[in-house]
């Protein structure tokens, strides 16, 4: 009942932000304009065949391409819009959560109900959850019926992106929530968690470089610290690969419509890595990543557990 | 030792609560106080004193640094009691994107009330605390009066048997403030304990039964009204005429002369009738004769003012 309270809470805080509002018109946008587009065999329709053009990208000789649709939705929907931009404005919009919590006044009520602290914020962190929850669902759903009434590709894993998006954000809102409780700062829990997330594919990205140019790893103190840091950061890019992988796309190397000589093998050992990537196992990419959550929530429990209000 | 605090008839008994908050700034030095059950209790006393810290400790919201003894009969910050304590902190600050309604709903689901429970005791709260046209509008556009019963309102959800109210009619106008003397007295009746933190000397005054005053983190008074105002009674006769050839008289029987204001401290009626009688005998006209006790404010007033903090060592029991 107390937890159920504080997450209706938090949803109800999460419509009264503007953010959440513009964040819907951009998606209902987003996926008018996705429903606008038609395929055929060797042809592309824009606006109901108003423009069109002939290609074989998406649906090659014989048929749909659902491996590059899939890809698309993924990279474009899930990874971007909703991954970078959405998980962006998401903190933004959830940053003020905590502060706006332990403010005095707000705090002295809700530590007077019968009620643990660690609970407490447990409950308020879940909630906020449900902004990435309402939209990822609103959004992800939306396309995957457009993907499939007007393209003609049905992608069920596709759907398997809404509690991927969920817990990419938590890997990012959980330094927010911390910094929160710690400087009771909205502005404060936006730079850092972003930040955060900057170093966190920061480190991913120099993962992949060493297994792109594998002769980078004769550096092995380099190469060692990037895989310990790699191991203990939240994976942010492996959840991308993931959400390709239960979408069945195809990799984003077959995306590039003509590679030179030259970078064909570099291309190849990029798509070598990122099938590498996608193939591993999701307890390790999901299990470690919310082992550095739990513990970042540990220590924001701990704070606000031994503070006076 | 919890199943003997179970039998103390105490709802609050406090036992050297200490609060030393960082940099050594000792708010709390070791505060005793009993609040019977059933009364209506006081706590008063200058800014600074540690009245806010006090509370909040009884809430949970600060960490002491010691303290024993109970509320309602449970260890202080034990949580199964807070789902039967009822609290509205000073300056409280709630979520304006709630409705009067869902605040209220929202609050007592926190504090394990039954969904049942609450939809039927938030529309009776805020019809009694006049906000039953207003349940359905966002607090953030609520007066501050309002956004103050809406308060009580909350704090009343889960039907609590303790009830800790910090400046309960700040923001209030006069009507506003009799509303809630009254609310607190229909609580009394319904056998509410109710522990009240004001500035408002003469509400407390109206309704409580008993008081302490905390004075630089201690109890430097702790008692019933009468009680407490029982040694500062005095009888001021006023007299018109020349009474200097009966000075001395006068001042043998401790009574301070002030122009045509005489000043007799205590309530001794044979003492009065003999300065009467001093005053008839030189011809002298006496005006009025009224006994005056002292009100909470010369009392808060005089224990600040350098009466090294004590217990007054008057009645601790419990009003009737």
Known sequence: MQFWALIVDSFRESRDRKIFWVMLIIEIIIAAAMFCIGFQPGRIHILFGLWSAETDYFTGMSGLRHDKIAAVAVSGVMDVILGWIGVSLAIVATSGFFPSLLERGTVDVLLSKPISRSRLFLGKYVGSMVFVLFHATFFIGLTFLIIGIRWGSWLPGYLLSIPLLVILFSYVYCISAWAGVRFRSATVAIYLSLGAWVIFAGIQGIGDLFDTFPEWKKNRLAYEASVVARWVVPKTHDITYLAGKWSGAALSTELIPKIEEEDRSAVERAGQAELERMNLSPLYTIGSSLLFEAVIIGLAIWRFARKDF | ?320
């Open chain 2, 1 to 320: 030792m919890v199943a003997l605090t179970e039998m103390t008839n105490w709802a609050v008994d406090l036992i050297d609560v200490r609060k030393t908050y960082s940099r050594n700034i000792q708010a709390l030095r070791g505060v005793n106080i009993q609040v019977g059950r059933g009364e209506i209790f006081g706590l008063l006393g200058p800014n600074g004193a540690g009245k806010t810290t006090l509370v909040k400790i009884m809430m949970t919201v600060v960490r002491p640094t010691h303290a024993l003894g109970t509320i309602m009969g449970r260890p202080i910050g034990h949580r199964g009691k807070l789902a039967l304590t009822g609290y509205l902190p000073e300056n409280h600050r709630f979520p304006g994107y709630l409705t009067g309604l869902q605040l209220l709903d929202y609050y007592a689901a926190l504090a394990k009330v039954p969904r049942a429970s609450r939809s039927v005791n938030a529309p009776k709260l805020l019809d009694r605390l006049g906000l039953s046209q207003w349940g359905g509008t966002r607090i953030d556009k609520y007066s501050k009066g309002m956004m103050q019963r809406l308060g009580i309102a909350q704090a009343l959800m889960n039907n609590p048997e303790f009830i800790v109210l910090d400046e309960p009619t700040d923001g209030l106008d006069p009507v506003g403030r009799r509303d809630i003397r009254q609310l607190l007295l229909e609580l009394r009746r319904a056998g509410k304990t109710v522990f009240l933190n004001s500035h408002l000397l003469s509400e407390l005054e109206m309704v409580c039964d008993r008081v302490a005053i905390l004075v630089d983190g201690l109890v430097a008074r702790q008692g019933t009204l009468s009680d407490l105002t029982e040694h500062t009674i005095e009888c001021r006769i006023t007299f018109s005429g020349d009474a200097q050839p009966i000075r001395s008289k006068l001042a043998a029987l401790h009574a301070s002369v002030d122009g045509d204001l005489i000043v007799l401290s205590g309530n001794d009626a044979a003492k009065t009738n003999a300065v009467i009688d001093l005053l008839r005998g030189q011809g002298l006209l006496i005006e009025s004769v009224q006994p005056h006790r002292f009100s909470l404010e010369d009392i808060l007033v005089e224990a600040m003012a350098g009466a090294s903090p004590k217990n007054h060592g008057v009645s601790s029991k419990p009003a009737d």
